[in-house]
């Protein structure tokens, strides 16, 4: 499965970028650096989500399913280990 990604560029314009060559879903290692480099080279950022909660995580992720877009998913030191109890 390929991702294509979705640009919102300062102008408002969308630009469709092609697909870059990572896994769909969680992602580590060299695919992360590949798709850092995929936005850099196309003029994009993937958006990073401070998550307090489980819904919260959850949302984020639906959202990005919605726009098949690329997230990280960030959580403080606090935040982790309100998550693991």
């Known amino acids: 499965n390929s991702v294509i990604h979705c640009c919102f560029l300062p102008t408002n314009i969308i630009k469709m970028v092609t697909p870059c060559d990572v896994p769909v879903g969680v992602i580590t290692g ?5 798709l850092l480099q995929h936005a850099k080279d196309n003029g994009y950022a993937i958006p990073a989500f401070n998550c307090t909660t489980s819904s ?3 949302s984020v992720l639906e959202a990005a399913a919605k726009c098949n877009s690329p997230v990280i998913i960030q ?3 606090g935040g982790g280990q309100f998550f693991v109890g």
Not at 30 to 34: E, R
């Open 56 to 58: 919260t995580c959850n």
């Open 75 to 77: 959580a403080s030191n």
């Open 30 to 34: 060299d695919d992360v650096t590949k």
